[in-house]
């Protein structure tokens, strides 16, 4: 049963840096492709970017593309977004997910069909 663990949320100013972790447990992220999703207050959930299981591949929202990088660190089992030059748009509960077996990360992030959840962190960009 995989588990993920999102952190790294907060308060932080236009223009500022955050870094997401998502941590698996019980299952290694090698196998899965994985991404992050984000819901802002009565917007449906959305794709920011997604990573294939072995790291070469990855996936942009047009929105983020250029400010954030998502990575992976196998070691840790764990999964990061990198996000720069935030902006207050970028405001909302980020999740991350795993994709069924198979799965690549083009294809996560057209449709978000996860295995797992996190419980999500919130990111808040204002002055």
């Known amino acids: 049963q995989l588990q993920l663990v999102e952190s790294g949320g907060g308060l932080v100013q236009p223009g500022g840096s955050l870094r997401l972790s998502c941590t698996a447990s019980g299952l290694s992220l090698d196998q899965y492709a994985a991404g992050w999703f984000r819901q802002a207050p009565g917007k449906e959930r959305t794709a920011v970017s997604c990573?294939?299981?072995?790291?070469?591949?990855?996936t942009y929202s047009e929105s983020v593309k250029g400010r954030f990088t998502i990575s992976k660190d196998s070691a840790k089992n764990t999964v990061y977004l990198q996000m720069n030059n935030l902006e207050p748009e970028d405001s909302a509960v980020y999740y991350c997910g795993a994709a069924p077996t198979g799965w690549s990360n083009i294809a996560l992030c057209l449709v978000p069909k996860v295995e797992s959840w996190g419980q999500g962190t919130l990111i808040t960009v204002s002055e």
């Open positions: 990573i294939s299981a072995n790291g070469a591949g990855t």
